[in-house]
């Protein structure tokens, strides 16, 4: 299929490694230009070298400026995004009963503030342009509430709900906005969640990520190119009439319907 966004400019936040990493090589494929970012420009820059055609820009995102800063890097290497991809880590694990104001102000400030500015930031020449793509790479814990992982549960669903609201405002302007659940995919971030639980647990790393395999219907992790196919649809053309939509890429993991 012709994905319709040969040409077009693709900013993909957080996409030095993981499901960042895969939607990039997924819309690079089919003719994007896509803008690689992560925490350090020398990491950034590698990783573009590795994708024809991409960019690496290094910005700290939370950090004053930062949004800013990646805004004007991303126009003038690749010129205002068609395509906006929001990505990035999540906050420590932990349970609710541990939860504190800071620990909730630092949820916003890691996953709904640098979105909202980076969706302010690009949505006027989208408008101007009658066409745009914004998809956010989150959680499916904002549909069913992952234990231990209770400030990501609240950043991530506050910015399902404000994406949600812009949906319904903007699809009049040829935008669609969408949000994209991973369930288990071979990331760091999963790597990582692992070796806290079996250090919590008293297990073997290997022990607890069969357990978790073992309760994924297709019996495996994802791929992070196989998530980056999914997404890279949903910034397509042909996927012009789907937005306001929370999709699972999840191996049946979640379930409910």
Known sequence: MDLGIAGRAALVCASTSGLGLGTARALAADGARVVITGRTAERAEQVAATIPGAVGVGVDLTADGGVDLLLEATREAVGSPDILVLNGPGPAPGTAADVDAAGIEQAVRTL????????????????????????????????APIPRLALSNVGRSALLGYLKTLAGEVARHGITVNTLLPGRIETPRVRGLDEANAERLGRSVEEVAAESRAAIPMGRYGDPDEFGAVAAFLCSGPAGYVTGSAIRCDGGLVPTV
């Open 112 to 143: 709904v503030l640098p979105q909202q500015r980076l969706v302010a930031g690009v949505l006027p020449t989208m408008i101007e342009r009658g066409w745009g793509r914004i998809l956010s790479i989150s959680s499916t814990s904002v549909q």
